[in-house]
């Protein structure tokens, strides 16, 4: 066999046809990973953040069995947005408090977006909820967090901000 190309016909412009076919060369291997790194950081900006607990270290005897170490025990709002933010901002990190409004009920408190939202937390027949008027409940906390933050992302998505947190009116 020979090592040299193959013979082609020759064009109508009188050229010849290149035997070989052009290889597009990437120059760098930082420009070949360029792309990769721009869909890692939108995939990471578009995904659901993780639930991240934030336990409390203190054994607390007032503990619910139904909480685990994301329960603080009564603390006020501001210590739990203190504890939330501490070492930055971070989506999906959560804890669980007495509520001082509502005496009886908990409260969840948990980082979105530079945000510290708090929820009103109700729990009933082995479920949790946040709203008596929806009636979604759920397993465990994680699972609420969940699906909070993951309607948090979206309306994050469509409007490119999150919603102003609405205080509940008392009923009249």
């Known amino acids: ?19 070989y076919a052009e290889i597009t060369r990437i120059s ?14 939108a995939l990471q900006r578009n995904a659901t953040p993780e639930p991240i607990r934030l336990a ?3 054994n607390l ?17 501001e210590k739990a947005e203190e504890l939330l933010s501490a070492n930055g901002p971070v989506n999906g990190r959560y804890l669980v408090r007495e509520s001082n409004s509502s005496p009886g009920d908990y ?3 948990l980082s979105y977006d530079d945000r510290i939202l708090h929820y ?13 008027k929806e009636f979604k409940y759920y397993t465990s906390i994680t699972d609420l967090v969940v699906d909070v933050l993951s309607m ?6 469509v409007s490119g901000r999150v919603p102003k947190e609405e205080k509940k009116k008392p009923n009249s």
């Open 1 to 19: 066999m020979s090592s040299k190309p193959p013979n082609r016909k020759r064009e109508s412009c009188g050229e010849r046809a290149s035997p």
């Open 28 to 41: 760098s291997d930082q420009e070949s990973r360029g792309w990769q790194n721009d869909m890692l950081q």
């Open 56 to 58: 409390c270290m203190t």
């Open 61 to 77: 005897p007032s503990r619910p069995s139904f909480f685990q170490e994301e329960f603080h025990g009564r603390i006020p709002r």
């Open 107 to 109: 409260s969840l408190s």
């Open 120 to 132: 009103r937390l109700k729990y009933e027949n082995e479920r949790y909820f946040t709203d008596e």
């Open 152 to 157: 948090y992302r979206l309306v994050h998505n």
